[in-house]
């Protein structure tokens, strides 16, 4: 079974400009979790879709960031325009729903995106 | 904010066990252990949870103390290939699908 994968691995830009990332979750994976690390920080999370609708997004940093997942299957994050502070590297991650009566979720992450805004 | 204290770094032997320790002094009654690491270049991977019994699968053991104001993950015979940083990370029993929250973890280095 194919995990989690993320395109691009890396990209360069310049601030201003636009950049998508994509996440590709596990197959049948109806929760997708966006996260990122910027340089010397911890792990933060940025939002998280159950299916194609966004569940919570009280991580997302401001307004240049826009995240969707269409039929709910991958999901992209834009980011427009970007600035230096967006460089870092940004996680996907996806999960089963919790089944009722159970209550461990496991998060399968994808290698994330290396993001550089020059 | 992270629940959870854990020691910047650690070195261990390749072959020997290496532990892991994590302080969560507050960690309420409806509140899971979980474990996760994150190798050089990839993404966080789950380890083990649990929530007052200690518990053991083919990738470590997780020791909780009685009080469980504190554990501790157990690689019984690290490899160079464990070299990682660890994260300790506390979540509500019921929570179901809620977001991670990563601390600073633990950056264990495996030497030859």
């Known amino acids: 079974e194919a995990g989690v994968t993320q395109f691009p691995s890396h990209s360069v830009i310049e601030k201003g400009q636009t950049v998508t990332l994509r996440c590709d979750p596990i197959s049948g994976h109806d929760n997708l979790y966006w996260y990122r690390r910027v340089m010397g920080k911890e792990i933060k999370f940025l939002l998280h879709?159950?299916?194609?609708?966004?569940?919570?997004e009280s991580g997302m940093p401001n307004n240049r960031f826009l995240a969707e997942r269409t039929g709910g299957t991958y999901s992209t994050l834009k980011v427009q325009p970007a600035e230096l502070e967006d460089s870092g590297v940004y996680f996907c991650?996806?999960?089963?729903?919790?089944?009722?009566?159970?209550?461990?979720?496991?998060?399968?992450f994808g290698p994330g995106t290396r993001l550089l805004v020059l | 904010d992270a629940k959870t204290t854990q020691p910047p770094s650690m070195d261990c032997a390749e072959g020997r066990a290496a532990n892991l320790p994590c302080n969560h002094s507050t960690i309420s009654g409806n509140e899971y252990v979980y474990w996760y690491r994150q190798i050089h270049s990839q993404g966080p991977q789950y380890i083990i949870h649990g929530l007052k019994n200690n518990e053991t699968n083919e990738m470590a053991s997780l020791i909780i103390t009685e009080d469980r104001k504190s554990s501790t993950l157990i690689l019984p015979h690290a490899t160079l290939r464990d070299t990682a940083v660890y994260y300790c990370?506390?979540?509500?029993?019921?929570?179901?699908?809620?977001?991670?929250?990563f601390g600073k973890g633990t950056r264990l280095s495996v030497i030859a």
């Open positions: 879709f159950v299916k194609e609708s966004k569940q919570d």
């Open positions: 991650a996806s999960s089963q729903t919790r089944l009722a009566g159970t209550y461990q979720e496991t998060q399968y």
């Open positions: 990370i506390v979540r509500p029993y019921y929570s179901g699908n809620t977001p991670l929250v």
